[in-house]
């Protein structure tokens, strides 16, 4: 039996993402790759040290692993790419270019990648966007991730290569640091206020956006991984969700917990960013074709942050 590689290991899903594989195949055939170091606590895997756009160090950490399975997550996110566009298109779109060639060419038999709602802008429908809409993104994170769709959905048709990928929210979660995306500022605040400080929100009070709880994300993901490919109607861009809300009502519902809890607003180049996704997302064909349901509502993802960041209690 061959290996799983994750590449971008070490970022906030990939951290999530090792425990989870590991229960499924066991630690000797998970291989972590990453361009930054490996935590210690991931110290006793096989760790590498990788840059995706390294084609020819990637073909070889593939064989010399008999890698079966790739989990694609090394990207340069949203607001991080708008500050070095250059090297979001050279990760995002040529590394995943040399994943799928390099999968296909090693005859990989599954490759997920995960896109995002930055795929969509002004144009798409604010609200219940279906999978298959109007996408005219204006950053370079959002043209490189419809790219990694287009691309996967290519290696499909054409190659015959099982690209699977679906379109996350915002993720919030405890583990790891979210990675320089537009909706950071969901994870900052729980931080902010168990340690009883006041927060400057980089996005407007008002701005609605999509999000999810990392358990929620990891579950559909291993869905997407574990689900019959007959049953597949879409291959990488399958919408999920699972509630959207605002940075003002994200600031409430802490503060029901928190009652001393404070924001201030003070938009900057990520308000424009936010202002181009939509509010809300229809999840119906990933909860047809392969069972898509979020366990966790606000309320309940609030419970769990504080519990576990500061062991706030309601
Ligand atoms: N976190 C979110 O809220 C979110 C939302 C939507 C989609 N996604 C998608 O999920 C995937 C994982 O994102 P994440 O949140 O873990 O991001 P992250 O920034 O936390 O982690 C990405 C990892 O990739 C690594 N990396 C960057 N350039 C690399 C290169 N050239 N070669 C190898 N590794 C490199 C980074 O060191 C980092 O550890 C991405 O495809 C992203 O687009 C994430």
Same mark, same amino acid.
């Given at each position: 039996m061959g290996t799983t590689l994750i590449t971008g290991a070490y970022g906030q899903v990939g951290q999530e993402l090792i425990p989870i594989l590991t229960r499924k195949f066991g630690m000797d055939r998970v291989v972590l790759a990453d361009i930054v170091k490996a935590p210690e606590k991931f110290s006793k895997y096989s760790n590498h040290n990788l840059d995706v756009t390294d084609r020819e160090k990637l073909e070889k950490l593939m064989s010399d692993h008999d890698v079966e399975y790739i989990f694609h997550? !090394?990207?340069?996110?949203? !607001?991080?790419?708008?500050?070095?566009?250059g090297k979001a298109f050279l990760t995002n779109a040529i590394g995943t270019h040399n994943i799928l060639e390099a999968a296909r060419e090693l005859s990989v038999k599954r490759v997920m990648i995960p896109s995002t709602i930055g795929v969509f802008s002004r144009e798409t429908p604010r609200r219940n966007v279906p999978v298959n809409t109007v996408m005219k993104p204006r950053t370079m994170y959002g043209i490189t991730k419809v790219t990694g769709e287009m691309l996967g959905n290519y290696y499909f048709q054409k190659f015959g290569l099982d690209v699977r990928g679906l379109r996350f929210p915002g993720l919030i979660s405890y583990t790891a640091p979210p990675g320089g995306g537009t909706t950071d500022y969901s994870v900052e605040m729980f931080h902010y206020a168990v340690r009883r400080e006041k927060y400057s929100c980089y996005i407007a009070r008002d701005t609605v956006l999509p999000m999810m709880y990392m358990p929620d994300a990891m579950g559909a993901m291993m869905a997407l991984f574990d689900a019959d490919l007959q049953r597949l109607r879409f291959h990488s861009d399958y919408n999920i969700s699972a509630f959207s809300f605002s940075p003002a009502e994200l600031e409430a519902a802490i503060r029901k917990r928190i009652p001393d809890f404070t924001v201030t607003y003070a938009p900057d180049y990520r308000q424009e960013i936010a202002e181009e996704w939509p509010e809300t997302i229809d999840s119906s064909e990933a909860a047809r074709d392969w069972g898509f349901r979020a366990e966790y509502s606000m309320d309940s993802m609030v419970d769990d942050m504080l519990l576990n960041l500061?062991?706030?209690?309601?």
């Open positions: 997550l !090394a990207a340069i996110l949203s !607001a991080s790419g708008e500050k070095n566009p500061g062991g706030v209690r309601r």
